[in-house]
C-alpha cells in the first residue's frame, strides 16, 4: 500500500454483486425453502430484479468441477435449519466487514468456517464452490451490473473481470503514457502482468470473492511470490485492529523507508508509533524488507558498476565534490511515477552520506 488505491467506476456493479450473493445465500438458508423451490418464478419473486433473477437461473445451469450450480444450490438449500441458521449467522457476520475499521468495530469476523465444519467438510465445500462461481464463472462472462450498479441484460455494458482489471490499471497509472510501466500499488515496483488479490482470501471467504473492497490488481511478487502475500490472513484471528487494509484502511503516508546503514539494508518503519504493529505486519506479509533491501542492493551496484566505467575510461568524477554532484543528479533525476522510486531515493539519500561519500570516493581512487 506504498501508493493510493481508489475504487474503480465500476467498483458499484462489484458491490451489487456480492448484495446478490449475499441475498441469494440467505434465501437458500431460509427454513421453509428446500431444493424443489428453486425455480425461475421463484427467483424472480425473491431476487431484487427480473434482470438479476434471470441471469442468476442462467447462471445456475453452468457446471463447475463435475456439478451444476443449482445442484450445488439445491444441497445448501436441503440442509437441515440448525446448519442453516449456522450458515445464515457466518453470512450476516462476513457480510458487515467494513464496519471492522469503523470507530465501533464488531466482535472479531469469525474467521473459522461455519457449523464448526472443516475445510474439506462437503457442505462447506458445496457452498465454497457456489459462491466462488461467482467470481470464476459469473464475473469473467459478465455480472448482471451496469458500471453504476443497476441492472442490465445488456451483454455490451455488463462489468467483467476484464473490464475491472483494465479500468482499475488506467485509474492507477502514474503516467498516462501508453508506453511508461505501471506500478503494483502495494509495494511500488513495477505491475508487470498483475494478478487480481482478494485482500480476504476467497477460499476462506467465498462471499466475498466479488466485493467492491476485497479485490485489486497487484505484481506477482506480491501475490504469490515466494513468502509473500498468497492465502496469509490479514487479521489475528477476526480482529483488524493491528491490520491495514487498501480500500477500509490504507496507510496514507504511514510507511517510511528507512536506510540502517551496517546491515546495508531497507527497513518499513511507521510515521507514527501508534501505526508500528500495522506496519509490521504488512512487511510481514509482503516480505518487503527483503524485497526492498534486495532491490536498493541491486540498484546499488549498478550505480557502482556505471561510476567504475566511467572511471576506467577517465570521464567520471575525479574528486569528492565532482561525485557528490554526480550522485545529485541521479537523484534529481528520479521519478515518483516510476517503478521502486521510493527505494532509489533512500539509495540516493544515503550514498549522499558523508562517511559513504567519502567511502565510494575511496573506493574509485583505488581503482586503476
Known amino acids: 500500500m506504498l501508493k493510493p488505491i481508489h475504487y474503480v467506476s465500476c467498483s458499484p456493479a462489484l458491490a451489487a454483486c456480492q448484495r446478490l450473493m449475499q441475498k441469494f445465500s440467505l434465501w437458500l438458508c431460509e427454513a421453509n425453502v428446500h431444493a424443489a423451490d428453486i425455480t425461475p418464478d421463484n427467483l424472480k419473486a425473491r431476487m431484487p430484479s427480473h434482470i438479476e433473477a434471470e441471469w442468476l437461473w442462467k447462471f445456475l445451469s453452468r457446471k463447475t468441477e463435475g ?47 461455519p457449523n464448526g465444519w472443516a475445510s474439506r467438510n462437503t457442505s462447506w ?36 473481470y476484464e473490464k475491472f482489471v483494465t479500468e482499475f490499471r488506467n485509474t492507477h497509472k502514474l503516467d498516462p503514457h501508453p508506453d511508461s510501466r505501471e506500478i503494483c500499488v502495494l509495494c511500488g515496483g513495477e505491475l508487470g502482468k498483475p494478478e487480481v488479490d482478494h485482500w ?14 476485497n479485490l485489486l ?8 511470490g515466494e513468502d509473500t502475500k498468497g492465502q496469509k490472513p490479514v487479521h489475528n484471528t477476526g480482529d483488524f ?74 570521464r567520471g568524477p575525479d574528486d569528492l565534490a565532482a561525485l557528490q554532484a554526480w ?15 521510493e527505494v532509489h531515493k533512500v539509495l540516493s539519500d544515503a550514498m549522499l552520506e558523508p562517511t559513504r561519500l567519502e567511502a565510494w570516493h575511496r573506493e574509485l581512487q583505488s581503482l586503476s
Open 67 to 113: 456439478d451444476t450450480l443449482l445442484r450445488r444450490s439445491c444441497d445448501i438449500a436441503n440442509l437441515s435449519n440448525p446448519e442453516k441458521q449456522g450458515l445464515a449467522n457466518w453470512i450476516n457476520a462476513v457480510t458487515n466487514l467494513a464496519q471492522h475499521f469503523g470507530p465501533t468495530p464488531p466482535p472479531a469476523l469469525p474467521f473459522q468456517y
Open 125 to 160: 465445500t458445496t457452498f465454497k464452490n457456489l459462491l466462488v462461481a461467482f467470481y470464476e464463472v459469473g464475473f469473467r462472462e459478465g455480472l448482471p451490473y451496469r458500471a453504476d450498479g443497476l441492472p442490465t441484460d445488456i451483454a455490451v455494458e455488463q462489468v467483467t
Open 200 to 213: 480476504l482470501h476467497k477460499a476462506s471467504f467465498p462471499l466475498l470473492s466479488i466485493c467492491d473492497n
Open 217 to 224: 490488481p497487484i505484481c506477482a511478487d506480491c501475490n504469490s
Open 241 to 314: 485492529t493491528d491490520w491495514f487494509h487498501p480500500y477500509l484502511r490504507h496507510p496514507d503516508g504511514a510507511l517510511r523507508l528507512n536506510y540502517v546503514l551496517p546491515d546495508f539494508a531497507v527497513k518499513c518503519t511507521s510515521a507514527s508509533p501508534t501505526d508500528q504493529a500495522k506496519v509490521d505486519n504488512l512487511d510481514k506479509l509482503l516480505n518487503l524488507t527483503h524485497r526492498w533491501t534486495l532491490e536498493f542492493k541491486a540498484e546499488y551496484r549498478k550505480k557502482q558498476k556505471e561510476l567504475s566505467d566511467l572511471k576506467r575510461r577517465s
Open 327 to 341: 550522485l545529485t543528479d541521479y537523484s534529481d533525476s528520479l521519478l515518483d511515477n516510476e517503478p521502486d522510486y
